[in-house]
């Protein structure tokens, strides 16, 4: 909320103190209605004096025109607002009628006919929030109150998600039923929804944990890979297949026909790759390292390039690339998102963790993501460690993830690089391989260590065990991370 509040003070003083008076960040915090994210309509100068003027005269009604100007679902496009028309309210729990929708604006209905203009997204990892500016007009209080829809196939039905998650953990064998609801999945877009299976093909993995958690994202808020209704319209449809890992490799097999530089010419994708690896190992300095990272999935998902010393253009297929951009947020990439998954599924999977060990914690952690390339986690490990984790990361196949076209390699190979070969018959670990160049062992020991002990959280625990204060799902995180390191190490 502060990166909010911190937007709307940089767009105007007057209307920051006038919601800060009203306590209206506050309610935007605590409102149930909002917890998952929200989009606020910023009002345009002249709407402001008039608010400015509602407040002086009656500072109630101010605070109830205010709650006009926030919609209660997070919407990153244009494209969103048309696919929920119908299904938007605002804070006074009533409809938000929408008149028109063209590519680039959205006019609402009402006397007034406010025009909307997108503006900005915020990446709060517990409640993201998205901008779109009035440019003209006023945005109407409503007063047809917002009906609970009824769930169909047509409709979003948040609780799918978590229906899948608790499907797969009453199963014993978590593997082989993961690769059925995926390869049921893969089958069903391939045929009803065939442009967004050919834009994700890249995307997709050898591992069908990887793949589920990936397609899926159970427990997540929002920023999905995949839109709720096309997850619904399977979810409700779908059938056990007889020969599922046949449909599986015949889905990813789909990435022969794919064109652009990377899959024409995998050398010249390798090489770059490799050049970027090469730049990080050089650096130290974790924030620096994070820093860079950052910036190449940038330029992967917003300018389709790997830029090094020399660039690599139209990386991905023009469709997966249109893609992928329209899931990212500033601040917030999901093609780094989901490469750090496959990280963390494959060392989990390795140190010896079970499938459901592995699955359910990261199922859980989801929210968190970004973890390993998040600067608020350089102080949690030893500085060591922490760098480790970070090289260990770059030199996987698993960074710049690409499925591979018809050799397998780059991007993840059956039975290599740290993903799982679907025609296996047996469920055997012993082939997964995390592809590391060991880091400079020398340069690390030369950096300063501020180790965090096992009974340095523990001691934190009880301080806040006896405070009765609530522990955050990040520090959780954190700590949980600290203790799985030193017990590694022990």
């Not at 409700?236 to 007889?242: A, F, G, I, Q, W």
């Not at 998040?374 to 949690?380: E, K, P």
């Amino acid at each position: 909320m502060d990166s909010f509040e911190q937007y709307i003070r940089d767009a105007s003083d007057e209307l920051h103190n006038i919601m800060e008076d009203v306590e209206f960040f506050e309610l935007l915090h605590r409102s149930k209605k909002v917890k998952d994210g929200f989009t606020f309509l910023l009002p345009h100068d002249e709407y402001i004096k008039k608010l400015v003027d509602n407040y002086e005269a009656d500072a109630d009604a101010c605070y109830e025109n205010l709650k006009s100007l926030v919609v209660t679902k997070y919407l990153r496009s244009v494209s969103e607002w048309n696919a929920y028309s119908g299904q938007l309210s605002n804070l006074h729990n009533n409809n938000v009628e929408i008149k028109s929708i063209t590519n680039k604006e959205i006019k609402l209905d009402g006397n007034t006919q406010a025009t909307l203009l997108l503006g900005k997204q915020f990446s709060d990892k517990t409640q993201p929030i998205s901008i779109f500016k009035v440019s003209s007009g006023y945005v109407s209080k409503g007063s047809t109150k917002a009906k609970k829809i009824k769930q169909t196939t047509n409709n979003v039905h948040v609780s799918y998600r978590r229906d899948l998650f608790n499907l797969i953990m009453s199963k014993q064998n978590i593997y082989m039923e993961c690769l059925q609801l995926v390869a049921s999945f893969l089958k069903f877009i391939a045929t009803n929804n065939q442009d967004v299976f050919d834009a994700i093909v890249p995307f997709l993995d050898y591992c069908p944990i990887t793949n589920f958690i990936i397609l899926f994202e159970p427990s997540k808020r929002s920023c999905h890979f995949i839109d709720d209704n096309i997850i619904n319209s399977w979810f409700v449809e779908r059938t056990k297949l007889t020969n599922p890992k046949n449909i599986y490799n015949r889905c990813l097999s789909s990435a022969k026909n794919l064109t652009s530089s990377a899959y024409s010419s995998v050398a010249s994708y390798k090489k770059i790759v490799q050049e970027l690896r090469d730049d990080l190992q050089d650096i130290i300095s974790p924030s620096e390292f994070i820093t860079l990272v950052h910036s190449k999935y940038r330029d992967l998902c917003t300018k389709n390039q790997i830029i090094v010393d020399n660039t690599l253009n139209n990386v991905l297929p023009e469709a997966s690339f249109a893609y992928i951009k329209s899931r990212c947020t500033p601040g917030y990439n999901i093609k780094l998102v989901q490469d750090e998954i496959r990280t963390d599924i494959l060392s989990g999977l390795e140190s010896g963790d079970s499938y459901s060990t592995v699955f359910r914690e990261t199922c859980e952690d989801l929210n968190l993501y970004p973890k390993l390339m998040d600067m608020i986690n350089m102080d949690t490990m030893p500085k060591t460690q922490f760098l480790t984790a970070l090289y260990s990361f770059i030199n996987t196949t698993h960074f710049m993830y690409l499925l591979p076209t018809t050799d397998g390699c780059y991007g993840g190979k059956p039975g290599y690089y740290g993903d799982v070969n679907p025609t296996i018959d047996t469920d055997d670990m012993s082939t997964l391989v995390i592809d590391v160049v060991k880091p400079k062992k020398d340069q690390l020991n030369n950096v300063k260590s501020n180790s965090i002990s096992t009974q340095d959280v523990e001691e934190t625990l009880n301080n806040f065990i006896e405070s009765e204060v609530e522990i955050s799902e990040q520090l959780l995180s954190s700590m949980k991370t600290i203790v799985r390191m030193n017990t590694k190490q022990q």
